[in-house]
């Protein structure tokens, strides 16, 4: 193997593995990249390629290949290099006991590596099965839904997020909880949603890698396919596969609140302020405060005997009787702060029923975030 890549474009590509590659694992060689350096019909690249058994990731770069070959380097420390180096022609060549060497300007590095063939191989892409989507709206998706899935790892199925198809609507909707709190959000991608004809778990570590990708900067549509137990998300020439959560997901619907007797529009920045203030004297352990509503008024409060007390008030529109309900502080930022929005609806019922949170602008989106009790 012998090839030539600018400095920019190796970086960029090995940092986007980064943390996909399993630093502590029984198999040593996941903590590599495998190489492999093509020329075929006059096009030449270089593949690079990384997995830790649950989720992989492959990208293909423009490379000047002067002999094609493969070979597997610590993923690490070959970012490291790469990153210190100026910013100039990279050029990397196999030696013959499985060493790179890697030459820019007046630098020169060998790294030890592995052959190729030890290295596990990823799924290719089903053809003809995949479902475009705009990455602004996959975006979106992901990010107000996962910070609801459950990091417990006896509930497996709940690790993470539950993507399915909306027949009668022709949407998809993703959904999260862990048990404590639920969000979900629904989204028209286009006439070919229908090919998502199964309803899947994405795993969070996937959808963290998954949110990598559409946040950079050249993205903009990606194709979604789901087959089997696998699942893979191709953007132009990077292509993440990811192994699905076998199980159940809970039936959602039956937590959704049936009824919500009041209705509230506040702005959302001074809620998420008013109770990020409250919070520093609440509990450590529950990180309980309490809503206070009355006509015109709601009062958010904490108490915590070691520490002392906070209360501040909000004017609010709300007519009917007064009641106190008592919330995780942490839940209920964590559902404004993904939401975006200058207002939210605020859905209760009584002390005992869940609150639903929703941008006023937008009837798709809904957290909802179970009440403690006072």
């Known amino acids: 193997m012998k090839l030539s890549i600018p400095q920019a474009e190796f970086q960029h590509a090995l940092s ?3 943390a996909i590659v399993e630093k502590r694992s029984s198999m040593p060689i996941l903590a590599n ?6 020329s075929d019909s006059g096009e030449q690249t270089l593949r690079l390629s990384a997995t830790d058994l649950e989720v992989g990731i492959r990208s293909s770069h423009e490379a000047t290949v002067i002999n094609p070959g493969s070979l597997t380097v610590s993923a690490k420390k070959l970012f490291e ?3 210190e180096l100026p910013n100039d022609v990279i050029h990397l060549e196999a030696t013959s006991n499985s060493y790179l060497e890697i030459r820019c300007a007046r630098s020169r590095f060998t790294l030890a590596g592995t052959v190729a063939e030890e290295y596990p191989t990823l799924p290719e892409a ?3 099965k995949t479902v475009p989507i705009p990455a602004s709206v996959l975006s979106q998706m992901i990010e107000r839904t996962m910070y609801a899935t459950s990091t417990d790892e006896t509930r497996y199925n709940l690790n993470g997020v539950y993507l399915e198809l909306l027949p009668k609507s022709g949407k998809i909707r993703m959904v999260a909880t862990d048990g404590h709190r639920l969000a979900y959000i629904d989204r028209v991608i286009n006439d070919e949603a229908g090919a998502i004809h199964n309803s899947v778990i994405i795993p969070r570590k996937a959808l963290a890698e998954l949110k990598r990708l559409v946040d950079e900067d050249d993205a903009d549509e990606l194709e ?3 087959d089997g137990n696998s699942g893979l998300v191709k953007k132009g020439g990077v292509i993440l596969v990811m192994r699905l959560i076998e199980g159940e997901f809970p039936n959602y619907r039956q937590v959704l609140p049936k009824e919500t007797t009041h209705r509230i529009v506040l702005p959302a920045e001074e809620l998420a302020n008013s109770v990020r203030r409250v919070a520093l004297l609440s509990s450590e352990r529950s990180r309980a405060i309490r809503l206070d509503l009355s006509p015109g008024s709601m009062i958010a409060s ?3 005997p070691d520490l002392g007390e906070a209360q501040e008030e909000l004017d609010i529109t709300y007519e009917g009787e007064p009641f106190s309900i008592g919330f995780n ?3 209920l930022l964590d559902a404004l702060s993904v939401v975006k929005a200058k207002e939210i609806e605020l859905g209760l019922h009584d002390e005992l029923s869940p609150v639903q949170i929703r941008p006023t602008d937008d009837t798709d989106t809904l957290a909802v975030v179970m009440p403690m009790r006072l």
């Open 224 to 226: 979604l396919c789901f």
């Open 81 to 83: 290099i790469v990153r």
């Open 126 to 128: 089903a053809p003809g």
């Open 329 to 331: 502080a942490r839940y």
């Open 302 to 304: 904490s108490n915590n």
């Open 16 to 18: 986007r593995i980064q």
């Open 33 to 38: 990249v495998l190489l492999d350096a093509i």
